[in-house]
T-cell receptor, first 109, second 113 residues
Framework: AQTVTQSQPEMSVQEAETVTLSCTYD???????LFWYKQPPSRQMILVIR??????QNATENRFSVNFQKAAKSFSLKISDSQLGDAAMYFC??????FGTGTSLTVIP | NAGVTQTPKFQVLKTGQSMTLQCAQD?????MSWYRQDPGMGLRLIHY???????DQGEVPNGYNVSRSTTEDFPLRLLSAAPSQTSVYFC????????????FGPGTRLTVL
C-alpha cells in the first residue's frame, strides 16, 4: 500500500511571506498523480494543485507551486505572498486514494 | 448545481444502532467515494464506486456497507455503530480518471456514544 507522510503538523507564516509545506510518499508505481487539498475552517475540501508524475515540470497555480522530486518521492507545496485566506489544513494526497495527516497553516497578520 | 450534498450534517447514535448517511451529486460523475476524517489521521477511504452497480473497498471498509443503484446516490450504511466510528464523514465525486478534481460534500459529524 502507498503511504503519504506530512511531517509538519503545524506551520505559520507572516502575511505576504512565502511558506513551504512538505510531503513525502512511498510507492512502487511509476505513473500516478499527486494532489494538494485545502480545508479551511468551513470544513469544505478544495483542490489547490495537482501534479502528474510523468511530467517533470512542476505544476503552478497562481501563488501556489510545487516542488516535485520523483526520485526522492517528495512533493512540497510553496505558497507565495501568503494571504489571511490561506489559513487552513493542507492535505497531500496520492491518486486521491491515500491522504496525509495534514498540516495546519496559520497566517499571521 | 448543488454539487455534492450530504445528510444529515450532525448525528448522535448509541452503540449498536444502525443508520445510513446519504450522499447525492448532480454532476453526472461516475466515481463516488466515502472518506472518514479523524484528528491526526487525515482522510481515509472507506468505499468507492466507479458507476451504478459497482462498488469496492477502500482502506478502512470494516463496519460499513455501500450500494450504488443510481449514478446520483451513494449511501453509506453503518450496520452496528461503535464508538470507534465517531468521525467526520465526507462523500466525494469526480469524473472517471484519477487526475480529475474531486468535489467534496460538506461532511457529516457522527458521534457514537
Amino acid at each position: 500500500a502507498q503511504t503519504v507522510t506530512q511531517s509538519q503538523p503545524e506551520m505559520s507564516v507572516q502575511e505576504a511571506e512565502t511558506v513551504t509545506l512538505s510531503c513525502t510518499y512511498d510507492t512502487s508505481e511509476s505513473d500516478y498523480y499527486l494532489f494538494w487539498y485545502k480545508q479551511p475552517p468551513s470544513r469544505q475540501m478544495i483542490l489547490v494543485i495537482r501534479q502528474e508524475a510523468y511530467k517533470q515540470q512542476n505544476a503552478t497555480e497562481n501563488r501556489f507551486s510545487v516542488n516535485f522530486q520523483k526520485a526522492a518521492k517528495s512533493f512540497s507545496l510553496k505558497i507565495s505572498d501568503s494571504q489571511l485566506g490561506d489559513a487552513a489544513m493542507y492535505f497531500c494526497a496520492f491518486n486521491q486514494f491515500y491522504f496525509g495527516t495534514g498540516t495546519s497553516l496559520t497566517v499571521i497578520p | 448545481n448543488a454539487g455534492v450534498t450530504q445528510t444529515p450534517k450532525f448525528q448522535v447514535l448509541k452503540t449498536g444502532q444502525s443508520m445510513t448517511l446519504q450522499c447525492a451529486q448532480d454532476m453526472n460523475h461516475e466515481y463516488m467515494s466515502w472518506y472518514r476524517q479523524d484528528p491526526g489521521m487525515g482522510l481515509r477511504l472507506i468505499h468507492y464506486s466507479v458507476g451504478a452497480g459497482i462498488t469496492d473497498q477502500g482502506e478502512v471498509p470494516n463496519g460499513y456497507n455501500v450500494s450504488r443503484s443510481t449514478t446520483e446516490d451513494f449511501p453509506l450504511r453503518l450496520l452496528s455503530a461503535a464508538p470507534s466510528q465517531t468521525s467526520v464523514y465526507f462523500c466525494a465525486s469526480r469524473s472517471l480518471g484519477v487526475r480529475n478534481e474531486q468535489f467534496f460534500g460538506p461532511g457529516t459529524r457522527l458521534t457514537v456514544l
